[in-house]
């Protein structure tokens, strides 16, 4: 005994259990904070992929209302255009009536041929009606239909992804959108309409290329399309459109001239009759223009003799001094004129400190000539004079118009007392251009829907709800998934080395109770949102360009809305958009375990989740 108390060996046995024993703790712990980690992390990647799938189908469910959108504006576009030929043939056919006089009546032939494009027309228009308007109905409930069950395919295909992807540690999860439905409501049959003008306008626009420039055609479509979409699209109320379009009006109008057009206002006019008197007018226009001496305005028969005082001559110089006359409002359109000007040279001479007219017109300098240009008097910057004589004749002789017959001014120049200035008078303006807005009132019958009734409404398209921002509540989708309690291999082993009351006692302590119901739980945020910064609120279901995308997690503003299904289901029937509020509502709908939603109060999730 004595020699065993003497003995050491083995003593460090004692320091070697104990250490052994420690070192084994701390690897059981350094294991179960490795489980704890793989399973939080495991958890947020559920929660991520349940609120980023989700926010897919939303942004799915909102493209596939605007392909819906986009294919009743082209079904009603097919209308719109062929109501739109129609439209263009009466346009056509008031244009060649009025163009009757100035082409002696030979636009008159386009009359019979466009009358029957416009029947052509119409009868297609009928005949494409009704099925379109039916196929117009029937999208309007198919995307009606999106806006409701888009949602919860959503919320199934949250929960399909959770569990079939995630478990474990993932058992059950659900995601929490900012609204029942899909964030449209019902537009109007004039919302669509609008837009379908508008796709019509393009399809014109777009292959006229240097012609539209030429002939102002999409000037023409945009006054029918802006003014009369409602009538384009035969809804009620729908104003008949007007054409207005940029015209030159040749002045002045002979009486002959006169008498075609106001013919051609006649409601009962009789096209034989109207190009008799177009092709008297042209006739007259002609012989008056022809009796102007290209050279020097005077007037001639064709002989060359000088017939000044009578005939065409001087009517069309008479009318032309009124019509092409300075306006008294100021906005004058008036260009391209034509006159005759007499130049002379005068002789003064400076006598007593001042000029006085030595020769009245110098021999040989006296010249008539015809001119053509901008507006020679009448205006302060007229060429010629500013003034503008409504006189034609005193005693016999023609009275100017306006003259730049002036003394001049200053001392003579040195060495002589004399000094020659040219002078010019305009004695005759034979005519003018006028550009003028010429409106013409499209024929045909009036609308038969009403945009805002019953009728109109059941083709009408889907938009942006009211009051629905991008970004805002509205777009946002949260996803709340719940794990299975974990168990890491420490736990195992201490449950096994200590009593079952113990280990209970343990856990329903407050900090291992919150530590271990938050390690059950995890959740993410996403949206769905438009893809173009500069896209207006009304083209937002016009184009298919909703994608999706992952947030960081924020709590929801709204106030509880303390919703239950049933709740969900009379929002749902009577087309309500009520927003869900908080997640603990959305636990109330979505979950089937009360036990679930009651591991949310165990702790204030603004203070213990941030992701």
Known sequence: MSALGR????AIMVLGLFMAIFATGCLYYLVGIGEAIAQRERMQDAADAAAF???????????????LNMTMAALLAVLIALKLVEAVAYVGIAFAIASAFPTSGGSLVAVAPLTQVAINARNAHERAKPAIQTSLRALRIAARGVRIVMPWVAQARTVQTVVAHYDPPASFGFAVPGRITLPTRDGSYDDLCKKASEYVGDLVAAPLGPANELFDISEVMGGVLDAGSGWLCESEGGRRPAVEHGQRIEHPLLPRARACEEYAQRANADLAEHARLCEQGERETAAAKAAVDPGTGDCIDGSGHDCRLEGLYELRAALAQRACAPRATGDEQLSAFTWQTRTFTRRYLWFDGQWEVDTEIVEGTERYLFRGGARPCGTPTASIGPEWSAARRRDGLLVPICHNVEAPSGPPPLGGNTLDVVHTEVLQIFGCEERVRVRREIEGEQGEL??????GQEMAPQLIAEGAVLGEEDFQIRAVVFGSRSQSSLNAMLANLTSPEAVEEERHAPVWQKASELGRIAI?????????ANAASDDLLWSMKWTARLRRFRL???????????DVSDALLHGADDVLGTIDDACAVFSTEESLCEQLDLFTVSDLIAH
């Open 524 to 532: 993410a945020q996403a949206e769905f949102y438009f893809d173009d």
């Open 7 to 10: 003995n050491e060996r083995g």
């Open 556 to 566: 929801a503003e709204a106030e509880p809305a303390q919703l239950t299904a049933d």
């Open 450 to 455: 009403s945009a805002s009734g019953e009728e």
């Open 53 to 67: 799938s989700s926010a897919v189908l939303h942004a799915r469910g909102m493209n596939v209302v605007a392909l």
